[in-house]
């Protein structure tokens, strides 16, 4: 099965220049590359070609598709197509300002470069002095996830698969690097979580020396004063019919 055949199954047979460019890029890699010293088969290496020349020319790939057509799991396709990408030494280039104006959020703008600058600083902090200067954050899955989180806390809508596309990443990944920006900078990109419907109807059920004060419960001298008046009613009224 030939690029052709393959931008065919993947929708792209109308992208005339992903389809050119991606035939560059095979070549190219069959100078470079042995498939079989990269665990890399040669469908796998035509659709990893053609997802690199979507990028280039901005075009969205369907990597879910891809790496089912590819019979790779999630893992092994992002593994291969990182080598493949830095053995050909191309990147996929994800600018903040151009999300920006792609998704409609060009306040976001000065939010993800102070959250991005944070988590650097924060992330490269938290390692051993050994390991700090291989400390490596132009990848775009970095940018990607900052801009999708910090539209997420400003309750802004971001397509997040289109953005996992934009950077050529998995969704794994993608989730992975989304999780560590929010345990290192949760005061820039975390989300305040709302409470649970359902525990404040238990705590509203419930007997009110058991709830919570701010669910309308008592603290321990006005459930003693309640207490107390409520004894003071029972005598009374028991006096009254005697």
């Not at 393959?6 to 050119?20: E, P, Q, T």
């Not at 992330?123 to 291989?134: T, V």
């Not at 910090?150 to 989304?178: H, P, R």
């Not at 404040?200 to 009110?208: E, F, S, V, W, Y």
């Amino acid at each position: 099965m030939d690029i052709a055949d393959i931008s065919k199954k993947l929708g792209l047979a109308d992208s005339k220049d992903v389809i050119r460019k991606a035939t560059e890029l095979r070549r190219l890699c069959d100078l470079h590359f042995n498939s079989s010293s990269i665990g890399v088969g040669e469908i796998c290496k035509a659709i990893i070609c053609l997802e690199m020349a979507a990028s280039r020319f901005d075009v969205i790939f369907d990597r879910r598709r891809a790496t089912k057509l590819s019979g790779m799991s999630d893992k092994a396709y992002t593994r291969s197509f990182n080598i493949m990408q830095n053995g050909l030494g191309v990147k996929n280039k994800v600018d903040i300002r151009e999300l920006a104006i792609q998704f409609g959020c060009i306040r976001l703008i000065p939010i993800v470069l102070r959250g991005l600058y944070q988590y650097k600083e924060r992330f490269i902090a938290s390692l051993p002095l050994s390991r700090r200067a291989s400390s490596d954050f132009t990848r775009p899955v970095f940018t990607a996830v900052a801009f999708f989180l910090c539209a997420k806390k400003q309750k802004l809508k971001v397509d997040k698969i289109k953005l996992i596309q934009l950077c050529g990443t998995s969704e794994s990944e993608f989730s992975n690097v989304a999780n560590s920006m929010k345990d290192l900078c949760y005061d820039i990109f975390g989300v305040s979580k709302e409470k649970d419907p359902r525990e404040m109807k238990g705590n509203r059920d419930a007997l009110p020396e058991k709830r919570k004060l701010e669910d309308g419960g008592f603290s321990s001298d006005e459930e003693e004063e309640a207490l107390c008046y409520r004894k003071h009613k029972r005598m009374e009224h028991e006096y009254k019919e005697n």
